[in-house]
């Protein structure tokens, strides 16, 4: 067995240190909410692999699946044999969740590989070039979808050229704005702290309809419509810092789109799979439902399996030729026979309702600390919650300050991220999180948020 001090030179020996990690523990074992450590230490997991085991660490009935289906096929290989018994399963089972007019699949194996795919779809079919994605936005690491990611710089450092034809428009980031009281399924929480006054010369740029505006122009100045084949948005940016857009954002781009017969790709690859409490993150808008062209999911959908996969309407892939889309180990059988427990257990333990109360109890928990410390927002839906942070006298908080809340909590067993390149934490748990684990997720957060401004 190797102890922590095997684990950290094991690390620094023989990992590639441009992943950056949070711990040096070896991960031994895990169940629910959560993992051990092989230096028998157990941690309390409120990062769930970035939004990842949705039905928590080793669900009996996923592992039972994926013994089953290992028993009987692991492999085909989507050029060799079209479907597989769990596959048709599981598209029987995304069409009961998949927004109504997607009707077409497509596996890969992770997020970035369907974003690419998306966006060779979206070439491919509309015969234009251009992608306009979001400030604030996480879409992969591949050549393509890194292209499309904003969250960060450090994310495209040195890597250029990036796949080009790519342009950015302003997100919806108002953290002082009133519009976000107005969400109508009353499932997004914030406070502001009084005192605190707005620090962002962004903030105009981001606030409520603007970025509208600017997208309009934009099909003005940048990408002309007739040039432009998609837009492409996460409905709450993930590693962006869990921003939620206001309800009326998604259904103007969706007219934006359909005015110009471009494409409204939503990657719901962070806040779908019932992660805020509905299927689909981008199901909390104002008005009627707003369907996308291309929607793409991944990590909830297989509870921590590699799968990832693109639902979308019926005639998207007119325009792409024969063997133009494919890979190895797409659609494979074991990742399938994974993703149907995990979408089964989501629903015989009613984990959307799950979602949403114990956000609201996080939620809750998280506005009682407000006063205390200078959390000058929180923000999110169902289990998918932040908290940023500000500074003295309505000031930017001090650079690392979610990274030292991060550290202050795992140094208490719990795991957390931070999100985003302001100063924000994120709770990502498992959709199976109890109460209790979430008033122990509170209690050591306040700990942590003690140690570091106490
Ligand atoms: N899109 C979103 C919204 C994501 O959050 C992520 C991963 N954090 C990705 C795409 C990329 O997924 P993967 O890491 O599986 O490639």
Redesign the pocket.
Same mark, same amino acid.
């Given at each position: 067995k190797s102890g922590a001090a095997d684990a950290a030179s094991l690390i620094r020996r023989h990992l590639s240190p441009a992943v950056a990690s949070n711990s040096n523990f070896i991960a031994e074992r895990a169940s629910g909410s959560y993992i051990y450590s092989t230096d028998g230490q157990k941690h309390l997991d409120m990062a769930a692999g970035?939004g990842v085991v949705s039905t928590g660490h080793c669900h009996p009935k996923v592992v039972k699946a994926i013994q089953d289906q290992a028993a009987s096929l692991i492999h085909t290989q989507q050029n060799i044999f079209a479907a597989s018994t769990p596959m048709v399963g599981l598209i029987d089972r995304l069409l009961t969740i998949a927004p109504p007019s997607l009707t077409r699949f497509f596996f890969a194996n992770? $997020?970035?590989?369907a974003?690419d795919n998306a966006i060779k779809i979206a070439r491919g079919h509309t015969k234009r070039q251009n992608i306009i994605c979001f400030e604030n936005s996480?879409? $992969?690491?591949t050549y393509g979808?890194m292209a499309l990611t904003t969250s960060k710089t450090y994310y495209r450092q040195g890597f250029a050229p990036l796949m080009p034809q790519v342009v950015v428009a302003p997100y919806p980031y108002c953290l002082h704005c009133k519009v976000r009281e107005a969400h109508p399924d009353g499932d997004s929480w914030y406070k502001i702290q009084p005192n605190v006054k707005p620090y962002d010369p962004y903030e105009a740029r981001g606030c409520c309809n603007a970025p509208i505006d600017a997208l309009k122009w934009i099909l003005k100045q940048q990408s002309a419509p007739v040039d432009t084949a998609a837009i492409i948005i &996460?409905p709450i940016m993930? &590693?962006g810092g869990f921003l939620t857009p206001p309800p009326s954002f998604i259904p103007a781009l969706r007219k934006i789109c359909d005015e110009h017969g471009i494409l409204l790709i939503i990657?719901e690859?962070?806040a779908g799979v019932g992660r805020t409490g509905k299927w689909w993150g981008h199901q909390h808008v104002s008005g009627e439902a707003v369907e996308p062209d291309i929607m793409i999911f @991944?990590?909830g959908i297989a509870s921590g399996f590699p799968f @990832?996969g693109l639902a979308v309407r019926e005639n998207m892939f007119e325009g792409l030729a024969s063997g133009t889309m494919g890979g190895t180990y797409g659609a494979a059988p074991l990742a399938c026979a994974t993703a149907c427990a995990t979408l089964d257990v989501i629903k015989e333990e009613k984990l959307l309702d799950n979602a949403t109360a114990r956000g609201r109890q996080l939620v809750k928990g998280l506005l009682d600390l407000t006063g205390k410390y200078p959390i000058i927002d929180i923000r999110g839906r169902g289990l998918m919650c932040a908290a940023e942070f500000g500074g003295k006298d309505g000031m930017s908080a001090e650079p690392g300050v979610a990274a030292a809340v991060t550290k202050a909590a795992g140094k208490r067993n719990m795991l957390l991220l931070t999100a985003g390149a302001r100063e924000t934490v994120r709770f990502l748990p498992p959709l199976t999180v109890s109460s209790s684990e979430i008033d122990e997720a509170l209690h050591i957060f306040g700990e942590s948020l003690e140690e570091v401004f106490g």
């Open positions: 970035i992770s $997020g970035s590989e974003v996480f879409h $992969g690491r979808s &996460e993930g &590693e990657d690859v962070q @991944a990590k @990832a």
